[in-house]
């Protein structure tokens, strides 16, 4: 039987405190959220500031980022190139720039997701977390 790598909560915590700090460092107010590979939510954290709406659609992006094993930007780009049939894909409904999948020797082993800024910089974000795990 083979194995793989996953995220433990200690590397959640050091991609929430790094995503965190790059937030503040810019004074970006949003919802930081972590799943595993599987879509399944370890964690949330709406800075102060951050609008409602986007405790939800962090999680989303994630979720997608995370399925998906690319960054939810590459479903952003297929749909406004056209391919609107992507939107009805089962289960993505974060398809939006700023969910970010974590890969460890080669292993998706879940993803970030950012909402409340513009997304490119939610996307910055996102990868400044993962940054901190040092892959």
């Given at each position: 039987?083979?194995?793989?790598?996953?995220?433990?909560?200690?590397?959640?915590?050091?991609?929430?405190?790094?995503?965190?700090?790059?937030?503040?460092?810019?004074n970006w107010p949003v919802t930081i959220s972590i799943v595993d590979e599987g879509g399944h939510l370890l964690w949330l954290q709406r800075l102060d500031g951050a609008a409602p709406i986007s405790a939800h659609i962090a999680p989303a992006k994630?979720?997608?980022?995370?399925?998906?094993?690319?960054?939810?930007?590459?479903?952003?780009?297929?749909?406004?190139?056209?391919?609107?049939?992507?939107?009805?894909?089962?289960?993505?409904?974060?398809?939006?720039?700023?969910?970010?999948?974590?890969?460890?020797?080669?292993?998706?082993?879940?993803?970030?997701?950012?909402?409340?800024?513009?997304?490119?910089?939610?996307?910055?974000?996102?990868?400044?977390?993962?940054?901190?795990?040092?892959?």
């Open positions: 039987m083979q194995s793989k790598p996953f995220l433990t909560l200690d590397d959640t915590k050091k991609i929430a405190a790094a995503a965190e700090a790059e937030a503040k460092a810019n994630a979720r997608t980022a995370a399925l998906g094993r690319r960054e939810s930007k590459v479903y952003e780009d297929m749909i406004n190139n056209g391919r609107y049939s992507f939107m009805t894909a089962p289960v993505l409904e974060g398809m939006l720039e700023g969910g970010v999948p974590v890969m460890v020797e080669g292993h998706c082993v879940g993803a970030v997701g950012i909402s409340g800024v513009k997304s490119t910089e939610d996307a910055q974000i996102a990868k400044a977390g993962i940054a901190a795990l040092g892959n």
